[in-house]
């Protein structure tokens, strides 16, 4: 089955800093990747996908970018802002007609940002 | 729309208790979820379902039963709580359209087994 691996486990950034997540992935038939923003005491919410047709994905200060031949993905914050502290997750997927259960998650990635 | 929403919020079980987890959605979904999430551990998949009446598991299944009779309600039922069944709960649930990917999750029931 798929493994997803994700890094750092926490990290700490100034306002207005950068925060780059990797992920990389164990199934290269996985060909959709979503991240996910879960702030304190409640679930998970997307932020941005990206299928494995494309190498990368933008919607404002956020980004992601995927590289199929070393199967790995990463997420950008740019311009980080205190309401961005929360933990992110990244996963992966085949996902094939309507078929998009079975996400398989990373660890997750504490953002803390400083004001 | 309410989307998800989940019952209880918190739970505390002894030993050897039962109960069932409920969650219901508003949104017409197909495909259902649930998963635990452990500290640290990520969120792991305990079974889904791609319609009322079909239902599978996923990775965590053993000591979890569910059953899906209708469209808009997917519980999850803990026969014999056990300390290692300690977890945050969380439902899902997303179109059965490829185009549309999202999972939606409900806030979480936090479940202590002591």
């Known amino acids: 089955g798929e493994n997803v691996e994700q890094h750092p486990s926490t990290l700490s950034v100034q306002e207005g800093d950068s925060a780059v997540i990797k992920c990389t992935y164990s199934?290269?038939?996985?060909?959709?990747f979503p991240w996910y923003k879960q702030e304190l005491g409640k679930g998970p919410q997307l932020i941005i996908d990206?299928?494995?047709?494309?190498g990368e994905k933008k919607d404002q200060r956020i980004a992601v970018t995927l590289n199929k031949t070393a199967k790995h993905f990463s997420l950008h914050i740019t311009e980080t802002q205190p309401e961005d502290s929360a933990v992110y997750f990244c996963?992966?997927?085949?996902?094939?007609?309507?078929?998009?259960?079975?996400?398989?998650f990373g660890k997750g990635t504490l953002l803390t940002v400083n004001p | 729309n309410a989307g998800v929403t989940q019952t209880p919020k918190f739970r505390i079980l002894k030993i050897g208790q039962s109960m069932t987890l409920q969650c219901t959605q508003d949104?017409?979904?197909?495909?259902m979820y649930w998963y635990r999430q452990d500290p640290g551990m990520g969120l792991k998949l305990i079974y889904y379902s791609v319609g009322a009446g079909i239902t599978d598991k996923g990775e965590v299944p053993n000591g979890y039963n569910v059953s899906r009779s209708t469209t808009e309600d997917f519980p999850l039922r803990l026969e014999l709580a056990a300390p290692s069944q300690t977890s945050v709960y969380f439902c899902a649930s997303s179109y059965e359209d490829s185009r549309y990917n999202e999972q939606f999750f409900g806030p979480g029931t936090r479940l202590t087994v002591l």
């Open positions: 990206i299928r494995s047709n494309v």
């Open positions: 996963a992966a997927t085949l996902n094939s007609g309507g078929s998009n259960y079975k996400l398989t």
């Open positions: 199934d290269s038939a996985s060909n959709y």
């Open positions: 949104m017409n979904h197909n495909y």
